[in-house]
């Protein structure tokens, strides 16, 4: 069943990540993405980039940004944050969550190992018990 699923679990992935909090994801950014320069000093330059990227998600939403980016530089800060934790599903929901609205993911609990519910019983063949197979073997 998991394999059925298995795209949507990948855009939920990492869901659980509050994205409300600008200085978190910039932190996340700065640790993940710096260079050391020449003289020795820590440069910020690719996670500022990154982070303008984000707060263009913020404030535009994904699919404007999406359509008014070159494919490849959007895809490419899109695997950043990835990389850094935020799902998929969250990149295309800041701007919806700006406003208060609550993913699916949080409303919905996947669980694959509980199917049924609790008081469910499964049914049983009238095959499975070997009187009646009997039975049949006679007529």
Known sequence: MEIAFKD???VIKGADMNV???KRIRTLLNDSYFTVTRTGKIS????????????SLLNDGYQFVKNSMDRKTFWRYEQDFLSIGLSKMQLQNLQQQKNNVIPMCRVINI????????????????YDDPKNLEFLKAV
Not at 44 to 55: E, G, M, P, Q
Not at 111 to 126: A, G, K, L
């Open 111 to 126: 669980d694959f190992n509980c199917q049924r519910p609790s008081w469910y019983v499964e049914p049983t063949s009238f």
């Open 8 to 10: 949507i679990l990948s």
């Open 20 to 22: 409300y909090d600008d």
């Open 44 to 55: 910020y330059s690719k996670s500022n980039k990154i982070y303008s990227f984000y707060r």
